[in-house]
Each structure stands twice: as structure tokens, then as C-alpha cells.
């Protein structure tokens, strides 16, 4: 059976250094652009992948659209961690979820409703590992096509097809 992923977007961000910084510069839109591309890269077959967003801080017009992961931005009053937790209640199995965040409310609920939980600090963890075996083209500063991994360059520009 395939996961199903419920995760806390600002809350993920703000624990990559790099994300941070874009954050805190008030680039939200590049911020929640490479977000989701690190929830891409590390969630490689899953069911259902939901990246859920305080809209407050979101200064475009809506949010922007991934293949396969839904993006949601909360609306006032509600928060983001509002819309986690009415998800994680109004889901018939929680069991069949994985949450991550490292917001100790969230986390309760999450533990409460029977959902597997990842801090966002062991999920960055997780998928450096997983973008660094993937990198398999050799030093920057000398490229080596015979160490190109095409599979990985194909995953990248499918045209949109759903698995």
C-alpha cells in the first residue's frame, strides 16, 4: 500500500538553512517552489501528498500547481496547522498517513488520530541522502557524462504523466 503524506510546508522550510533564507527575505513564492521540489525528490511512490501553507504569508494570487501533490494555503482565520488538524480528524483511517512536522501540537493530534509521525528535521535528513545518491554526475566543476543518471533526468521532464 502506498503512503499518504500530510505535511507542515513553513514548518519543513524553516529547517533547510537554504529555504530559510528565501523565507526570511519575504520570497515565499521561491520558498514554496523549492519546498515542494524537496518533497518531490524525497517521496518517490506515495499516495496522496498534501503540503499544507499559512496563505497569510503567500503574496501571490493562488497557489501554484505540482504534479501529484496538492498544495493547499489556509485562509484566515484559519492557519495552516489548523486545516493539518481538522484533516488528521476527519480522516476514516490516520493510520494510513505519515505527518510531517515538528510542531508539538500537530504532533499530538497526529499521535492522537493513529498517524505515523516524521519530525521535518529526520524528513530533511532523510532526503538529503536520498537527493545525494541521486547525484550521480561528479564534481560541478567537471562534468562527466558517462555518470549521468538518466533515469533520474527522465523522472524529471515526464510530461506530466501520472503513475
Do not use: C
Amino acid at each position: 500500500m502506498k503512503k499518504n503524506y500530510l505535511i507542515d510546508g513553513y514548518n519543513l522550510g524553516f529547517k533547510d538553512p537554504s529555504i530559510a533564507d528565501w523565507l526570511h527575505k519575504g520570497n515565499t513564492e521561491r520558498a514554496i517552489d523549492l519546498i515542494v521540489r524537496r518533497v518531490r525528490q524525497s517521496i518517490e511512490k506515495a499516495g496522496q501528498i498534501i503540503v499544507v501553507f499559512d496563505g497569510k504569508k503567500f503574496s501571490g494570487t493562488g497557489g501554484p500547481a505540482y504534479s501529484g501533490i496538492r498544495v493547499v494555503f489556509s485562509r484566515k482565520p484559519q492557519s495552516a496547522d489548523d486545516i493539518i488538524r481538522e484533516k488528521l480528524r476527519s480522516l476514516p483511517n490516520a493510520s494510513d498517513w505519515i505527518v510531517v512536522s515538528s510542531d508539538h501540537e500537530i504532533i499530538n493530534t497526529a499521535r492522537d488520530m493513529g498517524a505515523r509521525i516524521i519530525r521535518s528535521e529526520e524528513f530533511l535528513k532523510s532526503s538529503m541522502k536520498k537527493t545525494s545518491v541521486k547525484n550521480t554526475m561528479g564534481t560541478p566543476d567537471k562534468y562527466n557524462p558517462q555518470n549521468v543518471n538518466v533515469d533520474y533526468w527522465l523522472e524529471q521532464f515526464k510530461n506530466g504523466e501520472e503513475e
